[in-house]
């Protein structure tokens, strides 16, 4: 996705310069939440001002938000159908190819090579594994990466990049508070779910595979909304929608309140992006030469990459494995590998598991 935004923005429609593009890029990966979504934002920004990174944010989300939306509500009035049962009891298998290729890239993308990441990575799956708070682990890495990695400055680019106004900034954070006191107000029922969602995004550094162990620990392990079954059902439904992958909020936010916590849950787990932006905004240059700043980012990617690990092991506990399963899994996360194809192996997952489960 951030490279078809490159294409249509900087290459297509040439509202933006590369350096701009870049610039936002090197800015939205520094910040947790969902990257992509961040970055639409902040090229809406560039290019319209703050209407330009309204419009942009919700017109980037709407598609995928309406189409999960129309695929969590037919989930949960026909799971019981037989159909649909065989469909998810491969796509769970499917889910688990996924999680452990994101890991596996991951891994090998960000800490390939790095001793003291690796180890970091081991140390934070296996925390998780006793039952240790997620928050307490990412704490804990960004500490010992701050230690640790001390040396050399994150690149900057010299784009031709507007800054943020003092009133602009005041405007969104504004709304987003304004936003939570009404959901407090008038959907107090959702009030906590939109709690967890805001926590998930402010932890999420690294890309939104890192949310999904944070997510899976507050949803399943922590507050017992669903179970591992349901909330993997989730997962492959979000794999099959065009957009952000943690549009799978708005299926945890059906599935536990309807439609109002489908748009709290959704709206908690984006929105804390752009506020983010805005504020990072001035200070970025400043940020991201930091060498400890550098340093806790590269400790908590560590403990992402223990997340992940931690997530596809207990996602792979949770399926019934038989021949067939077995069998399944391996062609996807061969699949995975070679072509890296998520949505087509979501898609013929779900026709073949029609057929053969």
């Not at 804990?140 to 400055?153: A, D, H, V």
């Not at 001035?282 to 931690?310: H, Q, R």
Request: with cysteine; net charge positive; aromatic share 12%.
């Amino acid at each position: 996705m951030v490279q078809y935004l490159r294409e249509t923005l900087v290459d297509k429609k040439r509202w933006l310069l590369p350096d701009t593009f870049t610039k936002g890029l090197v800015t939205c990966q520094s910040l947790p939440g969902a990257i992509v979504v961040n970055l639409a934002s902040y090229c809406g920004y560039q290019i319209r001002g703050l209407s330009g990174l309204v419009v942009a944010f919700c017109a980037f989300l709407l598609p995928s938000f309406v189409l999960m939306l129309l695929f969590a509500s037919f989930y949960k009035e026909s799971r019981d159908l037989s159909l649909v049962k065989s469909a998810f009891n491969g796509l769970e298998v499917v889910v688990v190819a996924i999680v452990i290729n994101a890991a596996w890239r991951f891994c090998s993308d960000r800490i390939k090579g790095d001793i003291p990441a690796i180890l970091l990575a081991a140390i934070s799956s296996t925390m998780l594994m006793l039952r240790t708070s997620p928050l307490l682990v990412i704490a804990l890495t960004g500490l010992i990466g701050m230690l640790i990695y001390t040396k050399g400055s994150m690149a900057t680019f010299k784009g031709d990049v507007k800054g943020i106004t003092l009133r602009d900034t005041a405007l969104i954070t504004l709304t987003f508070l304004m936003s939570y006191g009404f959901i407090y107000l008038f959907w107090n029922h959702v009030f906590d779910l939109s709690n967890r969602m805001t926590k998930i995004a402010l932890l999420s550094f690294g890309g939104v595979y890192t949310a999904l162990p944070i997510m899976y620990h507050e949803i399943v392990e922590s507050m017992g909304w669903m179970d591992s079954k349901t909330f993997m059902d989730g997962i492959a439904l979000g794999q099959v929608t065009p957009g952000p992958i943690l549009i799978n909020a708005t299926f945890v936010g059906y599935i536990k309140e309807g439609l109002i916590g489908a748009v709290a849950a959704t709206f908690a787990i984006f929105a804390p992006g752009p506020v983010l932006l805005s504020l990072a905004m001035p200070f970025i240059d400043k940020i991201e030469a930091s060498p400890y700043f550098k340093g806790a980012t590269k400790g908590m990617i560590a403990a992402f990459a223990g997340l992940l690990i931690f997530v596809a092991i207990k996602f792979a506990l949770a399926v019934h494995w038989d021949l067939l399963k077995a069998l399944f899994f391996g062609i996807a996360f061969l699949w995975l590998i070679w072509k890296n194809n998520v949505l087509i192996v979501a898609l013929v997952g779900a026709g073949l598991s029609m057929l053969l489960f």
